[in-house]
């Protein structure tokens, strides 16, 4: 699939921005200053990327434990999201939530979660409402291979099957829950396949080419707002850290298996592929770097500086 010029260098934007972002918050991690814990998305930018371009702002997402990309991609402003992973008051959530509770009404945005799996049924809650308000808004929902064989995965897509509801189901298989490889979880390796039971429409794809994410990601999304129900894209990608930033994440991947997995980086596929059909100049995107470093660098300049919640605001929101 080739895409417009405008539409390459935006996704490419999105892409270099989630990944610039992780790794300023592992720098600043290591450096002691981020409290709390992070997992980082490193290596599957394109599936947000290619996702979320299609939504609008009213549209609604479930997020995973390794959802900074997601949040970032579905429009919480860099500045925020880097507060709140330092628990400050310029956080999305005044630094009450961290990286595993990231949540922004504003822009649709559901929250990060700690938990696994339970974002499946939130989406198709979401997109419940979205139908009978006759709103027009979808759900998109993110999740692991971590999460398919957990009940949440398949209660929440049946009932999303059975109402017709405008919901996608979208699983980045990076083929470990956390040390356990996805062969040795189940006998059926193969996400999308599972779709049959519910009589939907399932399809896996490499997740790593941003291009066909936005492809097949659009078309789901659409269907879903005709009123045709849910869609389970399998995305094939890989996380190029460990499970979290204490997690080396070779001791059970080899070395090989990380590089040949780095050799596909949807970054660097997608500029050399946009460079060699001449569908922009390597100046374009090298401006676009800047641009996002400065970006990322003010957003962390802003968290380092922003203050702590004040102790006596620790029963705001609180409901009794």
């Not at 921005?17 to 992780?22: A, D, H, K, M, V």
């Not at 918050?25 to 997992?39: C, D, L, N, Q, T």
């Amino acid at each position: 699939m080739q895409l417009p010029k405008s539409l390459a260098l935006s996704l490419y934007r999105t892409m270099v921005e989630l990944r610039e972002f992780e790794l300023k918050a592992y720098e600043v991690f290591r450096s002691g200053k981020m409290p709390g814990f992070i997992h980082l998305y490193v290596g599957e930018e394109a599936v947000a990327a290619g996702v979320m371009a299609h939504l609008k702002k009213q549209d609604y997402v479930t997020s995973t434990h390794r959802g900074h990309g997601h949040a970032l991609a579905k429009g919480i402003p860099a500045r925020e999201v880097m507060a709140e992973l330092m628990g400050v008051v310029g956080g999305c959530c005044g630094g009450r939530g961290g990286s595993m509770h990231l949540y922004e009404p504003a822009v649709g945005f559901l929250g990060t979660n700690g938990v696994v799996a339970p974002g499946i049924p939130i989406a198709a809650g979401a997109a419940l409402s979205a139908k009978l308000r006759k709103s027009g808004q979808v759900a998109v929902c993110f999740f692991g291979d971590g999460a398919v064989n957990n009940g949440a995965f398949h209660e929440g897509i049946n009932m999303a099957a059975a109402w017709d509801l405008p919901v996608v189901y979208v699983c980045e298989n990076n083929m470990y829950a956390t040390e356990t490889p996805f062969a040795k979880a189940t006998k059926n390796t193969n996400v999308a396949s599972r779709a049959a039971a519910y009589n939907i429409p399932g399809v896996q794809i490499d997740g790593d080419d941003v291009m066909i994410v936005y492809e097949k990601a659009g078309e789901a999304i659409e269907r879903a707002r005709r009123g045709e129900g849910p869609t389970l894209i399998e995305c094939l990608t890989y996380r190029f850290f460990g499970h979290h930033v204490g997690d080396p994440g070779t001791t059970y991947r080899s070395r090989d298996e990380i590089e040949s997995w780095k050799a596909r980086d949807p970054i660097v596929r997608l500029r050399r592929q946009a460079l060699e059909e001449k569908l922009a100049g390597p100046n374009e995107f090298d401006e676009i770097n800047e641009q996002v470093h400065a970006m990322i660098e003010d957003a962390t300049t802003f968290a380092l500086s922003s203050p702590q919640p004040a102790v006596e605001t620790a029963l705001n929101f609180v409901l009794t």
